[in-house]
């Protein structure tokens, strides 16, 4: 699966980019130019900047193009059939 990941810099985003990560899943984190994205750059997620709040953002990160889930501070958005 790709997944889109977004507050990937914070406490539960970076916890769920790492576990996309370990399950094999490719992983696009969108995160803001001002966030420290030092941990990040050691999961190799590709990072994208932008803000969440931010319509072009979201297409320039390619949201919903090809993507199969969505996950941000909040949750998972979209889970695979086996509920995972």
Known sequence: MRAL???GTGLLGSYLVERLLEQGHQVRALARRTSDISHL????AEIVFGNVEDYDSLRI???????AGLGNVGG???CNRQGH
């Open 76 to 78: 998972i958005r979209e």
């Open 61 to 67: 990160s390619r949201c919903g193009q090809g993507y």
């Open 41 to 44: 750059k050691t999961t190799g």
């Open 5 to 7: 990941v977004t507050g």
